[in-house]
Nanobody
Framework: QVRLVESGGGLVQAGGSLRLSCAAS????????MGWFRQAPGKEREFVAV????????YYSDSVLGRFTISRDNAKNTVYLQMNSLKPEDTAVYYC???????????????WGQGTQVTVSS
């Protein structure tokens, strides 16, 4: 059974930083793409970033490009999202997700974590 557990969310002032972690179990982590999505109140869940299993390629949404960095540690079955220069509009529940194939499309991810709240105050 695939399980994803996010941690690291919290309350931070605008301009601050947070690092989210997602620990995975029940899968061969090294051959799965790992993605981060977020959902703000009243909005649809949106793509944030993904790191591929093959080559470790990374892709970001335009809204976080240059501020967020996704990375993975295959030895620890963990993916990270380093978030810098946070803005109030980054406030959302952040979800970790995994898929054997796919990158931006939410529908291509069959496995999801429960999410962690990130709140950025102005």
């Amino acid at each position: 059974q695939v399980r994803l557990v996010e941690s690291g969310g919290g309350l931070v002032q605008a301009g601050g930083s947070l690092r989210l972690s997602c620990a995975a179990s029940g899968l061969t982590f090294s051959i799965y793409n790992m993605g981060w999505f977020r959902q703000a109140p009243g909005k649809e869940r949106e793509f944030v970033a993904v790191i591929t299993w093959f080559g470790g390629e990374t892709y970001y949404s335009d809204s976080v490009l240059g501020r967020f960095t996704i990375s993975r540690d295959n030895a620890k079955n963990t993916v990270y999202l380093q978030m810098n220069s946070l803005k109030p509009e980054d406030t959302a529940v952040y979800y970790c997700a995994t898929t054997r194939s796919g990158t931006y499309q939410r529908a291509s991810y069959p496995y999801w974590g429960q999410g962690t709240q990130v709140t950025v105050s102005s």
